[in-house]
């Protein structure tokens, strides 16, 4: 059953964008190339629309998402605040823990990284490969947070991309790193389809389009067996919820990050939650247009699928699908 939220001012709600600097730290890394915005002319004749735009991110600085962006940015100030050797901890679904190993190898630094259970032993693999510790956590991405921060305590530094109260100096600059996916992107879209796992990329979507004008409509994806933001978004307020195991990994989250929050329920349009078949289904259909995309990435265009009746569209419009992740 899809759950859909809905909220006609959040086009007018305005902030302000995440530093310009974060852009200029990017093009400094050798292997930064911005990530390519492909049109595919089968989903907008599918969908009714002008464009369909899916902005690649199965290779970013070397890896296989977007995640880098936002981790590296955050290591990057984080030891500017704190210098010296560290240890790097994190917790994962998989591609964040990976983009942290990648960067303290890179640094010469230690990583230690806790997975819930549920994360594939290929996911766990890859982390691994790039050097680090890995700790499987019985329970939920959410239990193996829990075991991260208990881990990282005042000694070590704790890269997670989701906040809670006493915990929002690096979720937010992780958040800001993610500014550039969308400071690459030229044109100007009339809706902007977004994952949503704790939210924090969708906060920075967010973000990023409520800074200027004229604003595109926002939608938000969740599986259904995760649906934390949805479920926090119809409540009217900030909620943890149980979860269960999804093909959509990187999204399988049951708290929503308490940055992120407050910023979707004033900004995010809509929101809607797909199943694991509509989420392989579009996964499919990406791959058989030349891009690479797992669950948790194609989960944007099964969204989009499952909203398209409830959106104000016409056949002018460009719609921007945010693809995270390469596929497995």
Known sequence: MVDWYENPPAREWRTTPAP?????????????????????????RELGVGQVLVKDESQRLGLPAFKALGAWWAIH????????????VTATDGNHGRAVARRAAMLGLPAHVFVPDMVSSAAIDAIRNEGATVSVVPGSY????????????????????SAWPGYDVVPQLIVDGYSTLFREISVEPDLVVVPMGVGSVAQAAVTHYRSEAPAPMMLGVEPTAASCVTTSLLAGELLSIPTTKTVMAGLNCGTPSTLAWPVLQAGLDHAVTVDDAAALQASTD???????????????????????????????????????????
């Open 20 to 44: 310009v600097e974060v852009l200029a730290f990017h093009q400094s890394l050798p292997a930064y190339r911005p990530t390519p915005l492909t049109a595919v002319p089968s989903l907008a």
């Open 77 to 88: 100030r984080a030891l500017r605040e704190r210098p010296g050797p560290a240890e790097l």
């Open 142 to 161: 959410d239990d193996a947070v829990a075991e991260a921060a208990a881990y990282a305590g005042d000694e070590r530094l704790l890269i997670q991309d």
């Open 286 to 328: 990406l791959a058989a247009a030349g891009i690479s995309s797992g669950p948790s990435g194609a989960a944007t265009l099964a969204g989009l699928r499952a909203a398209r009746p409830r959106l104000d569209l016409s056949p002018d419009s460009t719609v921007i699908l945010i693809n995270t992740e390469a596929a497995p």
